[in-house]
């Protein structure tokens, strides 16, 4: 029962990595973020994008979160 469980999460966070607004919110439930994964609504962001040379989402600072120790 544990291991479908846990069979079912993984696939459905690979689900969701699909899209890029879905792999924004499938790495805030990675870092143990689940409530604002499913709330936020990443956005696209244009002028990060062509500075960066890719696709950039971002979350509006109500969803920010900080990981690790820096």
Same mark, same amino acid.
């Given at each position: $029962?544990?291991i479908a469980?846990? *069979?079912?999460?993984? *696939?459905?966070?690979?689900? +969701?990595?699909?899209?890029?607004?879905?792999?924004?919110? &499938?790495? $805030? +439930?990675?870092?143990?973020?689940? *409530?604002? &994964? *499913? @709330?936020?609504?990443?956005?696209? /962001?244009?002028?990060? !994008?062509? &500075?960066?040379?890719?696709?950039?989402? @971002?979350? !509006? !600072?109500?969803?920010?979160?900080? /990981?690790? @120790? @820096?």
């Open positions: $029962m544990l469980f846990i *069979v079912i999460i993984i *696939v459905g966070l690979l689900g +969701m990595s699909l899209s890029a607004k879905n792999a924004v919110r &499938a790495r $805030m +439930m990675i870092d143990g973020h689940p *409530v604002a &994964a *499913v @709330t936020c609504h990443p956005r696209y /962001t244009k002028d990060g !994008s062509q &500075a960066l040379g890719g696709n950039v989402y @971002t979350i !509006s !600072s109500k969803y920010a979160y900080k /990981t690790g @120790t @820096t």
